[in-house]
């Protein structure tokens, strides 16, 4: 194994290559290699036992009663509701149990004793705002040093940017942030980005994932501390046969108000319900795609995923990758652990609401997806849990809407019609319609309790925990919860349509694509909102004019779904404004401990990032080569060397760009003649660069 910082030159990009093997998977035959599967042990059964049996009896239960509550007769409709009504009430059941489940949560620890392993901290990053990137690597490498695995681990920045003037913002960054970190920085840029992240990913390890034993995988806007870095290695290192284990990140940094609230929820709710999913899963847990270690050994054997057949959105490139990958390595024996108890796990968030439904829109494809992958050969069967719970947790959003829908036209038919006593001529006594409306009653209190107690739980958890008394105090904290709660309440009927209009433009074949993530969003305007839920507006309006007409108690019921409809272009725009986050803050609203006292790693990144060159937009990025001489030495000496088998569109681009600087009287028009491509093979290539910049400006 090569060492890491044995005889480097860090006046290349890159490392020298140190490829491995990484075969693509045959998903219909057994995997090959990996350690023998050992069985999970009794907590894990136990708690297995609580969350699907206990789903299952909450389902029967559900069932049981609605059946009953429309008599031995039921109408189609009924029937109907019965079907919808179902697994609906076993989805709320099954959360309320896996959070239950968290009693059997095992009781980690970080074992002592040497530990070499090489590690290496990636980051795909794909048009992002690289300075903020860069500055929570630099801030990261600060630490580990500080931990004392700088001599063992390194940074590698993985970019997909198709865009070539985003391409100059990210070298000009790295390079400086090379001469302040204290561990090898690294960065390479695709010429071709296919398979997206997972492509990314994989080509690194083939080309240099030799160099390491484990791997660190991070998102553009999410960070690991240097001592969480350090316990992940020592459990690894400690147990040959795990091949990941995922953190749970604390979602930070949020500004608007909808950020805010997902931050507080996460932040409240989610160690309960991270200790309910870790101690079901067992060691075949998950994997989010970031923000988790991975033995390289593991992952070049088991996770070279092939492509789907057929075309988007169900075939090509598997787009919810992570998920298959930590099935993959299932599979194959190793073991995949969700550790609840490691803090020092940090995540952005998206910062409105319709910037949340574009990210769900390409979840939810790459989820639909996995329905083609439960035939995988050896998948174990908690791997096919986690892929059943990732398509209804979309699918569940059409179920409720017809659960209502169906509802609503049940009791237009109880109101409309005139029930028919005697069906039969020579009946003696009259059959009565049947509907225990006392009972539906009991059921909907149930569903609801299910629903919030979770939530009452967690928040009463955290007033005996120092968690209150960082967060503001009790008070704040149950006023907080109360708050989101309802501005959930109002979002959550908005959601439910947005991915019912996702899943019907998934299932009609229209494929989501690639676009670059929203890190920081801003107040969209009022036609920008108007566009977006004028048809949730019509909906509410129009279904809250019929029943004021035909059914008014039914408002009670249906009040708060019809609210958020009519209101959602007010809570979409108000929920994205900074203005309003700031103003929840000074009253104390949503406060999360990572708020109050930010950790030390995310205000470092910060200063970090003020002291990193600041990005330039559209063409001026390149204009700066053209007249700064540093920054055009400073983004050649970030290139890699073009490979010989170079990309046939590449090459094309490179002998026209070369043709039309070589007749360009000046740098602009040389600009101005180029395309997309040809600039990109310009910015790619030192002697084109060298070759354009001396032209007169």
Known sequence: MVDPLDGLNMTRSVPPLAPLPMPVQDFAAMPKGGPARQMNDLRTWMARLLTFGGALVIAIIGF?????????????????LLVLFTPTFAWVGFSFCGVLAGLFAPNLTTPEGPNDARVV???????????????LLVALANQLQAEGMAGRTEIFILSDTRDPEIAVNETLVVHQARQISPLPIWYRRRLS?????????????????????????????????????????????????????????MLVGGETIFARLTQFAGRVYGPMIARGVSAWSGDTGNYWGHNA????????????????????????????????????????GWKVRLDHDLRGSFEGCPPTLLDMAARERRWAQGNLQHSRLFGMRGLRGISRAHFFIGIMGFLMSPLWLALILVGLVLSATVLLSTPEYFPNSYQLFPEWPVFDSQRMLWLFVAAMTLLLLPKFIATFRAFSRPLAKQAGGRKR??????????????????????????????????????????RAGHMPGWGV????????????????????????????????????LILSPLTSRLS???????????????????????PAILTEAVAITRRLPLAVSGRDSLRRLSTDRQALDNHIAMLS???????????????????????????????????????????LDPALLTRWSSLPA
């Open 293 to 332: 270690m991975i033995r390289i050994k593991a992952f070049t054997q088991a996770c070279g995923l092939p492509r789907l057949s057929g075309k988007p959105p169900f075939g090509g490139t598997i787009l919810s990758h992570d998920f298959v990958e930590a099935a993959a390595l299932c599979r194959a």
């Open 641 to 683: 060397p073009l490979p010989e088998d170079q990309p046939r569109s590449l090459r094309l681009a490179r002998i026209t760009a070369e043709a039309k600087i070589a007749h360009a009287a000046t740098r602009s028009q040389a600009l101005d003649d180029m395309d997309r491509s040809e600039t990109d093979a310009m910015v």
């Open 576 to 598: 994205a404004s900074p203005l309003f986050g700031r103003w929840a803050r000074m009253r104390g609203l949503l406060l999360t401990p990572e708020e109050r006292n930010p």
């Open 64 to 80: 049981t009663q609605m059946l009953t509550a429309f008599g031995d007769d039921p109408t189609v409709m009924q029937i109907a």
């Open 477 to 518: 904290v149950l006023a907080s919860a109360l708050f989101e709660t309802i501005l959930s309440a109002l979002i959550a009927p908005v959601q439910m349509l947005v991915q019912t209009r996702q899943i019907f433009e998934i299932l009609s074949g229209r494929d989501s694509g690639w676009d670059a993530q929203v």
């Open 193 to 249: 980005n296919e398979d997206r992240k997972s492509g990314n990913v994989a080509e690194f390890v083939r080309n240099w994932g030799g160099r390491y034993d484990q791997m660190v995988v991070l998102d553009a806007d999410s960070v690991i501390s240097g001592a969480t870095v350090r316990e992940l290695s020592a459990r690894m290192n400690a147990d040959p046969r795990i091949g990941l284990i995922q953190t749970m990140p």
């Open 529 to 564: 909102v108007l566009r977006h839920h004028w048809a949730h507006v019509a909906l509410g309006l129009g279904t809250l004019v019929v029943l004021a007409t035909f059914s008014p108690e039914q408002l009670i019921w249906l009040s708060p779904i019809l609210a958020g």
């Open 121 to 135: 901290v990636v980051m795909p990053i794909y048009h992002e705002d690289v300075a903020v990137s860069t500055g």
